[in-house]
């Protein structure tokens, strides 16, 4: 099948939990895992030697998950999760209660899928413009919040707009919120990640631009994104590792007496542990099933690309859920910023 | 495998286009093809035989094909040839110039995906008042129109609302827009199909409502219908057969040292009409690639389901689309339905 | 001057309370206010007697008036105040709690001064859907909710539309919401009146339809409605009468040493009782000071009209006004009409 | 009536026009008007001299009156009239066809009447990106756009966000496009002003802001501003000038045996230049028929203000007059700034 050009087919994900998962890298990172309110909460610090092997920045990344925004009460749990855990993140950062915030909603207000960010600023509580008149109560934080768009609306690099209003606002931390694509079908408008390694506008997307981090700003940045769409080739390599992992788990378990009962449309076959053997792989799915993970990334790629078929999409009920995240990521991050903002 | 259920994965399709590919039927089908300014034209007649092959009413079916309405050029073309297969149908339905029309536009107008029904309603030029009031100029038939929401947001069937507003505003003919679900990721925002055999309300997305036809309501009934979602199983199976059908024709081309020099990331090897013989399907994708589409439809769909991940999908660009495609059909309505409107 | 022909100048208003100021009609009307969480409150009651004089039917209008619905405080409890208002309506009409309900907004979605309808129907929980099949639980009452559009918009009367789905839907009762024309610029935003005569689709802008009644449809009709908007020759007359009560007022108080420190621009002058004599007022403002309302308001007509100056106007805050009033509306009713909903 | 202090009430106009209207002034001012399609221009230089009589800066102020922006031929009348006066002011200003631009559009997206600024940037072909990847064909200039929000929204000085961008993007020229406020009636929604004095961000509506302006930024800045929201106080002081026009107008006329034909309501006694005597005026309206314009709008100011009814108002049409105006400036811009874009 020719030589691998990885970089045609590189992983479209900005979610280093991902990341980590598919290189299977252990070095030099620390993870941890917690359960809260039926949220999974993973703390994942990636010391220098992870960098290169996972094509991600060192820091701290915490990615909580979830199944649905749209269950009332699965919404308030979460929105209470993604507070606490944005709180740590400030103090892990030496963030003080009067320093003062400038929120950045990347992406594009006028395309639901790419709209979180500006959502998100909409439902910010900002005070910048009661400090500078002296008219602010006490229990709030200065915070100011801005949605510069993007480039095919404006015109200017999201980078060079935001790199100007930083210095004429001069805040002394900011928060990036950005729509991110996953690598992964099953994270879909179900996982949030923050990190303290800033941001690169439309990388998740395969065009990427200038980064906004503490490198070249100098101050924190806070970097809060949701995947919200995927790519064709990711559905159906993550498809053809799902089939292989329901023929393990079918091997293990349908000739078990005890699992007669159990009706298979409603099995959880995902955490299966044990793998088919080579030769089992290759039986089911010839060629294709002898390949790595990779390797079949890239012939998907090649198949879907020139076609035109590798289509990045986004769950039909797109519009229901983008409202609902950003309420929870907005809401979240109000009662953190403002110590008299109770009503999460 | 265990035996075949067909009906938990049948095909979500509402264009005859595709059920007759799939079905590779041919008895009880007229059809004839046609290309107008780059717009591929399908008309196809179902007679009684064909109908229990395709789970398709008989009845016409007029489809036309086009790449990317997002393209200016491409879209007046694409309007342009809407308006006169419009026409010619409205003809062949012995619809006259005077005839009354009611418009129902279909779907969520809060879900982007859904919109494409309440989008065109909001760009139909409507008369059936001025006609009331008797100060409409010549030139013009009586149309009205109306968008009676989804039984999520009304609580109501959505056959009842449009039953009894039919009712009371007795028009000759009926024009129903909607989106549909697609069967194949080719045709995705890039096919609208007419047809006179009526709709029935989220058929497509398969909760079926019950049907707005001739039958029911004893005038003509035209559905207008673009395939805005896809689901996963198909995006999967389309990608299975892309796969074998670019294996063909690498077979063929590439040790063809005359094609050398081509650009093997360009190449268009949908067109091949040769196929992989049973052993290299077998080679290549193992116990998959000796299964029929519909098995394989079904093996996915099995793997998909228990674990909640055969989403229904829109391509990430779908506000711009929609907003393209709506005005496409509004506009190209307007001229077929008004003599003095001109400016398509 | 000419003579006076009334008809051209009939007050706008669909507000009772505003009617009876105006006429200060007495016989066969009986009223009661009351004042809850800052809230007033007034039940009227129009008898036989009562209806021509003020061009309004007999029936009940309840009318609830408050400052700020931006303020988020006076929000919640105008939201609380309205709703048990409301059920005790529900109950003065004999609607027990499951008799089935079906909520029309009027107005057109497109014009956010007259959205009020269509946003309150977007926030309406419906359940009729889930009563069809069988799968609501027990706190809950069957409701079902519509937005027929304006006749601009569909071509068809608005009244023919809903008689359509009232003969198929057959609710026990209907409850219809609109924005309505204010006859005072005090009143804009600040009013929600209640009533069981229905409406007439469009009436308080002067473009009458049908009407939507008890007479009509044999079930209760319960109208809610705001007033959004005031033409010019309200302001004008308002603020003519307002000049007047500020001259009584400073008149009784300017020269009053217990008043030298009040701030003349932070008094409310407008609860004065006492009036200007006539020679008072003829001094002030001439002939017009010697006018009647009516006279004043026919006269401004005249001017206004000729030069297409009597514009019907909203306040700029139109957008933020019309989401807090609808929420307010939507959920004070799903309190009211469902047990089980609690968060008002 | 007490001591008058004129900054109460100061006439809330961005309008050049107005406030030489109101002014009355001559001196330091050239002006000429003329007729094209329809449509006025004026066309007014304020000279030195003129300054400070009139509140305004010295510079040109261009101003097109039109009637109807919802009548499809009047709207293309002014597209065009708007868009060769645009282009007589890039000449006049010694704007070059290369010179690259940055369009920026003031107000809040939220709040429909103000949204006008917001609006055009969306219909803005913005090419700046393009000439970055040198993928841009010839006939275009480079263009960036953008919609910094109010500070309500962001927290932040709006001018603050422009000049981090401006110092960014380093444009030669820039164009501010935002809604403004009328002292008149008669023109909301039927004037666009030019003026190469360029704008205080939110100074119509009485909250000042720091202005963005050549003396700033050292570039030329066109200020395009059409009046959309008018107070109380101008609604009441132009319905008196207006009573008092038509009083003058009758007297006139209304005796003249060849006028006995005219209809009363429709006649335009606007243009009449006789005014009514002094006892006239005293006669009809007291002692307020006696005062001169800036005190009768003080009175009304003092009457309406200490009740909260001096309210900022827009015609209830505003939400399609918005989307007919950013039409017009938008499609008129582009066409003056790309010399390849001639469907305008």
Known sequence: MGQIDMSKYAIRTDLAIEAIEVSKAKDGIKSEEENVLGVKITRVDLLDDGIKLLNKKKGRYITIEFEDV?????????????????????SYLGINENDTCLLIGLGNQKSTPDALGPAV????????????????????????????????????????????????????????????????ISRINKTIQMTDTGIHPGSGVGNARKEISRELLDIPVIAIGVPTVVDAVTIVSDTINFLQKQMAYNKENINNPANRLIDPSCV????????LSFEEKSNLMGIIGTLGDDEVRQLIYEVL???????MVTPKEVDFIIEKLSDIIAGGINVALHKNVTDI
């Open 121 to 184: 600023v909409d439902n910010i509580i900002v005070t910048k413009h009661l400090f500078d008149l002296g008219t602010v109560s006490d229990g709030f934080r200065s915070v100011s919040a801005i949605s510069p768009g993007v480039m095919g609306q404006t015109g200017i690099e999201t980078s060079e707009i935001i790199f100007g209003i930083v210095k004429r606002v001069k805040p002394d931390f900011i928060i990036v919120v950005d729509a991110l694509a996953s690598s992964s």
């Open 70 to 90: 749209t269950d009332t009460n699965e919404k308030e749990n979460v929105k209470e999760v993604f507070s606490m855990e944005f709180k740590k993140l400030l």
């Open 305 to 311: 690309s020139p076609v035109g078929y590798n289509l």
């Open 268 to 275: 959880d076959y995902t955490k299966e542990e044990k793998d």
